[in-house]
C-alpha cells in the first residue's frame, strides 16, 4: 500500500531520491493529482502507463518549473511564448514541437509534447531542485475520475504505486486547459480546462478553434480525448432537471446548485450559492463520494454552457458515455 507522506523537507529529499531511481510518486498541483515519473527516464514513464493502464497512444504532459525550463525540452514561438508568460505558473498546458531530449515513450511518438508549469507550492517545493521536468497523467486508473485528494489517489492507486505526496485537496478541482499554439495563425484548444477559453481569448488577444468540444472518438487531433472517460463506476445520466428526473431510493442526484425549497433525500450539490468555481473545485470528489455510495444511478445536473461550465459539461458527458 502506498504511504501517503506530508511535505515536510524530509519527505521532499526522500520522494526526489525516488524520483531520481526512476520510480512513481503521485504529486498534488492544482488541477487534479497527478503520477509523476523523471520525464528523461523511458522505463520510469514506462511505469506510469503500467501502472494507470493508460493506452501507450496516449502522451504525457511534462510538468516544469520555469519557461526557462520548458525552453529546454520544447521550442516556442511568439505565440506561444505570450501565452505562457501570462498564464504560467498555472492551469495551462501548451503543445509545442519537442526537444529530442524527451523521449518517444512520453509523447507516444508525436513530435509534439505537453508542457505545463503547475502553480501548487508543494508541486513547486518538489521539482525547483530536480534536475528533471516530471511526466505526469492525472493519477487515477485509466478511464475513472481524476483524484483531487491524496486519500483519492490511495484508494484508487495505492496498491500500484508507493509513494503519495499530500498537499491538500487541489485547489481548482479540473484539469488543465490544453491549448495548441504552433501554428501561430490558428491556435487550437484541444481540451477545456480549469482555465477558460474566453479568459484566454481576451487576455491574449486571439481567438481560438474550439476541437475540444468534438466528442468523436479516436487519435486524429488530440489523443487522449477518447469519448468515456472521467467515469464513475456508478452510471451517469444527464439532466437538465434532474430533481424531476429523480424519483426513486436506488438514485442519486447531483445538482451544482444548491436548491430552493425542501430537499428530500439522495440529493447531494456541489455549492451552495451556485458559485461555477466552487462547483468545478467539488465535482470530482463528490463523483468519487457518491460512488462509494452503492447507488444504482447518479443523474448530474448540467452545467450551464459558458467557459467553466463548459468545461464541466464536458467531463459530464464523457463520465456519461457508455
Ligand atoms: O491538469 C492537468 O493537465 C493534469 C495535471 C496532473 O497536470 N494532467 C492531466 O494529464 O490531465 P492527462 O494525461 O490525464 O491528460 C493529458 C491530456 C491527454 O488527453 C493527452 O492525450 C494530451 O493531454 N496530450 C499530451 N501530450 C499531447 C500532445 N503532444 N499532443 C496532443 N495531446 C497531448
Ligand atoms: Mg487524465
Redesign the pocket.
Known sequence: MASVLQPTDENLELLRGVLRDGDLVA?P????????ANAFNSSACENIYQAKG?PAT????C?VASVSIAQSIASFNQLSRHLADLFWPG?L?L??P?AKVIPDI???G?D???V?C?IHPVFRQLIESLEFPLA?????PFAYI?PTTAAHVADNLGDKIDYILDGGPSA?G???T?V?ARNESAPVL??H??LGKTEIENRAGIKLTDLASSVTQGPA?????ALKHYSPMTPLVLSTNPLEDHETESSACLLWKKPAGNISGNVFWLSANGSLEEAGARLYAALHEIDQLGFKQIIAQTFPEEDLGSALNDRLRRAAAK
Open positions: 504529486i498541483t492544482e488541477t487534479v493529482y497527478g503520477l509523476a493508460r496516449d502522451p504525457l504532459i510538468h492551469p498546458t503543445i509545442l519537442k512520453v509523447t507516444a508525436l509534439s509534447v505537453g505545463r503547475p505526469a497523467p492525472s493519477a487515477n481524476s481548482l479540473l484539469e488543465s490544453i495548441d484541444l481540451r480546462g480549469a487531433v488530440a489523443p487522449g480525448s
